[in-house]
């Protein structure tokens, strides 16, 4: 047990770091994504070719998405992807300690574990649910995987069996091979190594630029290839080959390929090789914390740079430099050679990419230049006068990137959602998703439609649940009703009392949530219906066929002052494939006796592919009528697409109805 005491305690520590403030973490878009196409497959029971597009290359292969159906098969809510990855990338800190005993000895792994446990944007990165959310964890596993096995066998190549029999104390299961005690060594090398190949495969399949880390794998077993486990090399080859015939087969598809193509053209054409010094900066950044001062990136608000942390970052950076020396004055070593060129490809390649570098493509060096900073700081622990410097200032700087933690967290905490309704605290989001849960546990579709000004991905991430956006609504004056099944509407502010909402439709007062802020939310739910009783609801009763399909059921008006309040219902009862490309509109004229148009208006529009057979479409509307207008008064109105400058007859009436008002 003595033997486990220091490593599950370098566990804790970074799990206290990631954990203490997951609550605050900001749950955006990008997070959201893996989850919502994890409930597309459980809930739809489909299988995934492809993962998330990406903006600039190729979609992503989609092995996260099928990584988090784990947690949300276990546990339906926001909550498990998060603890999963979280927890995933914080045992990583076992592996950094592990390997570091291998390539150096115990002082410098505690050091360089402590370094990896603590650093501010290490753990921003750790606690994030996007596609490449497991890329700490899985770099770490590589390393130690290939890493160890190559200075093991390596070792054993130089100094022979008897080295190799002295090698870490197998497991019990590895003790079962008691005649050979150099095959037994072999074995367990190969199996360590395979281990950080498939790693290396998953890393992959999980992230478009997850194939970077064939440059630096691909360098540093070049280094050993002699005592390179052939073996390994196939069966690892082997599951990515696979996997790749899976992910290209989607990729190439007749549903992607065009859009694919159209990606990969446009960024080929701006590849170009020129050096971005931006890149360096963030290598430094998952080793001395630079920059990371407790601001929220969804914020534009500057915070000041505590001096302290300014302190930590120069003294970092100071033995990570001091590492690199030591490490190129040992070049013939193995170990030296692995870390230089691991953390030099990743830095240095990045810094070629002929685009913007963000942070977090630097993953890519670790662990890395934890070990050389390491490596740096391990002379301090040599000398007895410069010891008790060294754990004052991991101290120190562990408590300083901790309040930055923090004081991120903090702003999150004072705007739990951005403007755009998709970027939410995410103890915010649970509870909010929560609340989706409760008004939409009585309708049964899959995917849920809800009419929401948001992405289906955060949505459905937060009521972890298959749900899909209907667009160009505005509930409660323009309203899409379907005939055969429930629908959710989701309003961000307070609506109108329950008297005057649209008819179908069950708005209670008791379906109000209400964020820390105050901000405030209205949810409603629509009816199915049929014909019989959606043709019943106008006062006026029309029944009037039009070219687009829809059929004009009806209005109601009423005329209150110089204020014209009307409502029309229309029902899709013919739906044909032209329909997609039109945006239909209601015009609303108000003509005098002369002919002369007064008010013209359309306020609301849907594109036709949004409704489906035998929906209903309401809307309501209100028109002021001018002070000054006397005589005969008429409203007339009909169907308009003014994309393609189209109006659709209505049967029997033309291309508008009208309606004589009296001022």
């Keep these: 047990m003595k033997r486990w005491s220091l490593p599950l305690a370098l566990v804790a520590l970074a799990l206290f770091f990631r954990f203490a403030d997951l609550p605050n973490v900001r749950h955006s878009y990008d997070n959201a994504y893996q989850q919502y196409l994890a409930l597309q497959m459980i809930d739809g029971r489909m299988l995934l070719r492809v993962g998330q597009p990406s903006s600039v290359f190729l979609d992503n292969p989609p092995l996260m998405a099928y990584l988090q159906t784990i947690p949300l098969l276990i546990w339906r809510s926001l909550w498990s992807p998060y603890i999963f990855v979280t927890f995933l990338n914080s045992i990583a800190v076992w592996f950094v300690y592990d390997m570091t005993c291998r390539l150096f000895d115990r002082t ?6 402590i370094l990896f446990a603590i650093n501010p944007w290490l753990v921003h990165y750790s606690r994030m649910t996007w596609t490449q959310g497991l ?6 596993v590589i390393a130690w995987g290939v890493w160890k096995a190559l200075i093991a066998s390596h070792t054993a190549a130089v100094d022979g069996p008897s080295d190799a029999a002295a090698a870490p104390t197998p497991t019990p299961t590895e003790r079962g091979i008691q005649e050979n005690p150099k095959l037994s060594f072999l074995q367990r090398q190969e199996a360590i190594l395979l281990i950080g190949l498939l790693a290396a495969v998953a890393l992959t399949q999980t992230y478009i630029l997850g194939f970077a880390i064939l440059a630096p794998l691909g360098s540093v077993l070049l280094l050993s290839w ?10 690892a080859g082997g599951v990515f080959g696979v996997c790749m015939a899976v992910f290209l087969s989607g990729v190439l598809g007749v549903e992607r390929s ?13 590849l170009t090789i020129e050096f971005n010094p931006q890149a360096i900066t963030h290598a430094l950044r998952f080793v001395t914390g630079v920059n990371y001062d407790g601001q929220d990136p969804y914020l534009a608000q500057v915070v000041a740079t505590p001096l302290l942390s300014s302190i930590a970052t ?13 490490t190129v004055y040992q070049w013939r070593k193995t170990r030296s050679q692995i870390l230089l060129v691991w953390f030099g490809l990743g830095a240095f390649g990045t810094a070629l990419i002929p685009l913007m570098v963000h942070p977090h493509y630097l993953l890519l060096t670790l662990p890395a230049g934890h070990l050389l900073a390491a490596f740096g700081l391990r002379p301090l622990w040599d000398w007895r006068w410069t010891r008790p410097i060294l ?3 991991l101290l120190l700087f562990g408590m300083q990137f901790k309040l930055n933690l923090w004081r991120a967290g903090a702003q999150v905490v004072a705007a739990p959602l951005t403007g755009d309704f998709r970027a939410w605290r995410l103890d915010e989001a649970v509870r909010f998703g929560k609340r989706v849960g409760e008004v939409s546990a009585d309708i049964d579709s899959s995917p849920l439609t809800v009419a929401a000004d948001s992405h289906p991905a955060v949505l459905s991430s937060l009521a972890s649940r298959w749900i899909e956006i209907q667009y160009d609504t505005q509930f409660p004056n323009f309203v899409r009703v379907p005939a055969d099944a429930a629908m959710l509407y989701i309003n961000r502010g307070l609506l109108p009392e329950v008297d005057s909402t649209p008819v179908l439709t069950d708005l209670r007062i008791e379906q109000r949530f209400y964020l820390s802020d105050g901000s405030s939310f209205q949810f409603a739910t629509t009816q199915p219906h049929d014909r019989a009783t959606a043709a019943a609801l106008p006062k006026t009763q029309l029944n009037l066929t039009s070219q687009a399909g829809l059929t004009l059921l009806g209005y109601t008006h009423e005329l209150s002052g110089n204020l014209l309040n009307i409502t029309t219902w229309w029902r899709a009862d013919s739906v044909t494939d032209e329909r997609a490309n039109w945006f239909m509109t209601v015009f609303y004229q108000l003509v005098n006796g002369d002919g002369q148009m007064l008010v013209n208006q ?3 529009g849907i594109w036709g592919y949004r409704w489906q057979q035998d929906d209903l479409l309401i809307e309501r509307t209100q028109i002021a009528i001018p002070t000054d207008a006397v005589g005969e008064l008429s409203l007339r109105f009909g169907l308009y697409d003014p994309i393609h400058n189209l109006n ?5 009436v033309g291309q508008t109805f009208a309606i004589s008002l009296t001022p």
């Design 135 to 140: 890329q700490p964890f899985l770099m770490v």
């Design 314 to 326: 120069i003294s970092l950076a100071t033995a990570l430099c001091a590492g690199v020396l030591f």
């Design 108 to 113: 410098t792994a505690v050091i360089a574990a």
């Design 258 to 270: 065009a859009e694919n193509s159209e990606k990969t053209t446009a960024f080929l054409e701006q």
């Design 602 to 604: 359309s306020p609301h």
């Design 391 to 393: 754990v004052m200032g």
């Design 226 to 235: 002699r005592n390179v486990s052939k073996r390994a090399l196939l069966i």
């Design 648 to 652: 659709f007859e209505l049967d029997g």
